[in-house]
């Protein structure tokens, strides 16, 4: 070993043992400040913050930005087959049924093209999602299938946000699926994979299967979800996540944009918590919290 690389390892070493605050105007950075915290520390994003006041300042950068960022879900993929031609050219329907299901939908002017063909007895729920996954390129997924390593990993609110729901997670590769009924949203898988550090692969379900497995989540005990009502700014939030972080003794914290949400999900040594924040051009009226880890339906409680 060369004394560059030998130097290093040394350093690599010390960073570990004894890590280095990264926040700019830190304080800790005298060796007996560093040996005092190095126990109390937090990481946020692979980042080790030795304090409650430089880990506050470090939440509040990483939210301003993620409040910044344009909440738009993903767009529509113009070069895909319409799924009315589609059925069509597999034999699935004739031309009138497809005109007339057309027609329903631009009369109503709601709806997928799905929803009308099925509620005018032309196809069957399996026969569309079926269709629809020879149109998105994705396997649909039998929901039948025990979904108990799934239990959890993602905040009730996000799911019924995208009507989408954790179907199977392969620990061995850290692959999850997620399962959709409507339509993919790749913003919310990116999510998914910065905040579970895992890949994710899409699949499908048929749309009633998927509207009672999200009344099943819905009901059963679910690990703390705490979604915050109201426009909070980048401070007030920081302060929030600080807060949780510190009560509940997590050792990292991770942020991210999902959708009309702003994501932060603490490790925690019992279970990991989830805090849900409305994005400032997105967020209703009132200021309140819910707690969708208790049985039932979510009970407001003043924050």
Not at 130 to 155: H, K
Not at 275 to 280: G, S
Request: net charge positive; with cysteine.
């Amino acid at each position: 070993m060369n004394v560059a690389s030998w130097a290093s390892t040394v350093r690599s070493n010390w960073e570990t043992v004894f890590p280095r605050c990264r926040e700019a105007d830190c304080g800790s950075r005298k060796m007996w400040r560093r040996l005092y915290w190095r126990r109390a520390g937090i990481h946020l994003e692979n980042s080790w913050y030795c304090g409650p006041q430089c880990f506050e300042h470090a939440v509040c950068r990483s939210l301003t930005r993620a409040q910044s960022a344009s909440p738009s879900k993903t767009q529509p993929v113009r070069h895909r087959i319409p799924l009315g031609l589609l059925m069509l050219s597999r034999g699935q329907l004739t031309n009138r049924q497809l005109r007339m299901a057309l027609d329903a939908q631009r009369t109503s002017g709601t709806g997928r093209i799905g929803h009308w063909l099925e509620q005018l007895g032309f196809a069957t729920e399996q026969q569309i999602t079926a269709a629809l996954g020879v149109q998105w390129a994705c396997p649909v997924f039998p929901i039948s299938t025990a979904r108990d390593n799934c239990e959890g990993l993602l905040p009730l609110p996000l799911l019924e946000a995208f009507r989408m729901l954790p179907v199977q997670f392969v620990p061995a590769t850290r692959l999850l699926y997620v399962a959709f009924c409507e339509s993919i949203e790749y913003t919310a898988l990116y999510a998914i994979e910065q905040m579970l550090r895992c890949r994710t692969e899409a699949c499908l379900v048929g749309d009633s299967a998927m509207t009672d497995a999200l009344g099943l989540l819905a009901e059963s005990r679910r690990p703390a979800d705490i979604l915050f009502d109201g426009c909070r700014d980048a401070a007030e939030m920081a302060r929030i996540t600080c807060g949780y972080a510190l009560k509940l003794g997590a050792s990292e914290v991770r942020i991210a944009c999902c959708g009309e949400f702003i994501w932060a999900r603490l490790e925690c040594s019992r279970e990991p918590a989830n805090l849900l924040f409305h994005r400032r051009d997105t967020a209703p009226q009132g200021d309140t919290l819910h707690l969708t880890g208790c049985r039932g339906s979510s009970r407001p409680v003043a924050s």
